[in-house]
Structure formats: structure tokens, C-alpha cells
């Protein structure tokens, strides 16, 4: 029979990998990069467990892995640490790169939102009438617009085109995410991404570049 006491929402399932695995799973404070793989060290060593899902720990994880706490973790020199803390191995540069890039887009969205409600906050100013355009002098040369960051074009992929080791990026939210195709199956894929998180998604999920 299953247990009444079944955790369902997210932070409660943080709030128990914290307390069962606090060598892993860092509650506050800065927090250390995980084992590539470690999803599946943490499904078996819970498998008898009835207070999670295996769906439930994948987005726990998932929640963990993409919090600004962990992102800023993911730095040069850093080991990545494995269910009772030990360390396994340092960090690629690409991962590095890839949560560096990841962390400072979120910042920068979270900002622009801050900006657009402390605008829509604020008090609205009287119209003021506008000021005389000064000459523009001829002799002084336009500046030069800055060029544009490069655009990445993805396609989606068919599923006779994917192998295993190839690189592909998976739809996870608005951010297509880098990652590996470790194992096909089917019609399920196994990608580890570049976090170290291994998720099974269908062909329609696998953007190329």
C-alpha cells in the first residue's frame, strides 16, 4: 500500500534530498557541481523509497541544477561530487561555459522584469514638451553600429538521423539545452546534457544546429 505521506511539490522533495544526502545536496550557501549521471545513483539508492517518484526526483534535480546557487558553483578548479560528497572528476570547460551563459541570461532577464514593474509602478511624469534637436555638426563621422551576436538556427531533427555521441540540443523551456545522445531506444532518446542531468525525450525534442 502507498505511503499517505507522499511528497508531491518540488521543494518538499528538495527539502528531503537536503536532509537524507546533505553531503550532495547543499541547502544554503554555495553549493558544489553534481556527478554526471548522478540521476541514476539517486533513482537506485531511493528505489525502495515511497515518498518520491522517479519523475518527481528528475525535476527536483532539474530545479536544482538550473538555480543561480548552483550556476555560480560551476567554476574553474571545482570537483564534481557524487551522493555522499566524494569527489569525481573536475569540470570541462564547455560545462563551464554553458552555466556561466545560462546564469547570466537569467540574470539579465530577472532584471529587465524588475525594470518593467518598478516602471509600471512608477508615478506618471507630465508630459514634457519636447527639446530643440541641437544641429547635427556634418563633420563628425556616424559611429558605427556594433554588429549583431550571432544567431544560432536550429532544425528539428529526424529520427533516422540521430546516433549515438552525436551532439544535439533538447527543447527544456524556452532554452534549447546542449547536451549528448548517449543511447537510443525506440523511439526514446537518452541525452545527458551539458549539467550532467540525463533526460529520455522523443525525436521532435532534438533540435540541430
Known sequence: MESTDKLTDTNAVLAYLYETFPLCFIAEGETKPLKIGLFQDLAARLADDSKVSKTQLRVALRRYTSSWRYLKGVKAGVQRIDLDGQDCGELEQEHIDHA??????????????????????????????????APVKKD??????????????????????LKQ????????????VPGVITDIKKEDIHVQLDTGLIVKVRAEHILLS
Open 140 to 161: 563628425r563621422p556616424a559611429k558605427p553600429a556594433k554588429p549583431a551576436a550571432p544567431k544560432i538556427n536550429y532544425v528539428a531533427a529526424k529520427f533516422d538521423e
Open 100 to 133: 556561466q551563459q545560462t546564469l547570466k541570461e537569467g540574470q539579465e532577464k530577472a532584471k529587465a522584469k524588475r525594470q518593467a514593474v518598478a516602471a509600471k509602478a512608477a508615478p506618471k511624469k507630465p508630459a514634457r514638451k519636447p527639446a530643440a534637436k
Open 165 to 176: 555521441k552525436q551532439r544535439v540540443s533538447v527543447k527544456l523551456g524556452q532554452n534549447p
